[in-house]
């Protein structure tokens, strides 16, 4: 098994990179960073007050469209990801977690950094209370279209990332959008 502390030490050193290239989100970066530096089972479900959860922003083969899965749960549009379930590489949670609720096994990934991140409530729901999770992203292109609906959600929608707005408010999946739309033109 490798050693968490290590894994949470790198988390930290991309998380600080992270930053260096998004500056205006350095509040958020650091609240993640004194999260993981101050609980040593950070990537753990049980961590009730709040865990890491890995999540991928896919695009087509072509770059102009996301996908977006109606989680059954929260009834909102948002992009595939979940728990890290104990697995301190959150790339690969992300991948996985893709993989899981879109049905796509073949990912490219864009960027070798960490897209986005976000920190976000959680309702309390079945004995589970509220808690938060500080996600992190990572941008994935698809290598295919094909699609099957997961038990997590209610359907999956490819959208042309310019008008993700008509599918959603969320501010973190327009500030996603955004973002990539950025990526594609420097």
């Given at each position: 098994m490798i050693d968490q502390r290590l894994e949470r030490a790198d988390l930290v050193v991309a998380l600080c990179n992270y930053a260096q290239r998004w500056?205006?989100?350095?509040?958020?970066?650091?609240?993640?960073?004194?999260?993981?530096?101050q609980n040593p089972g950070c990537f753990n479900r049980s961590t009730l007050v709040g865990h890491i959860t890995g999540s991928a922003w896919i695009v087509s083969p072509t770059n102009d469209k996301t996908l977006l899965l109606h989680h059954r749960k929260l009834d909102k549009w948002l992009q595939p990801g979940g728990h890290a379930d104990g697995d301190g590489n959150i790339l690969r949670v992300a991948i996985?977690?893709?993989?899981?609720?879109?049905?796509?096994?073949?990912?490219?990934l864009v960027i070798q950094d960490i897209f986005d991140v976000d920190i976000h409530t959680i309702p309390e729901r079945r004995g589970e209370p509220q808690h938060l999770h500080y996600d992190i992203r990572y941008a994935l292109r698809a290598r295919t279209?094909?699609?099957?609906?997961?038990?997590?959600?209610?359907?999956?929608?490819?959208i042309n990332i310019p008008q993700i707005e008509s599918l959603t408010k969320e501010p973190s999946m327009i500030r996603m959008a955004h973002k990539w739309l950025q990526y594609q033109h420097d």
């Open positions: 500056p205006r989100e350095w509040d958020t970066v650091q609240r993640i960073i004194d999260f993981v530096e996985t977690e893709a993989r899981e609720e879109t049905g796509i096994n073949e990912f490219d279209m094909d699609v099957i609906v997961s038990e997590e959600s209610n359907a999956l929608q490819w």
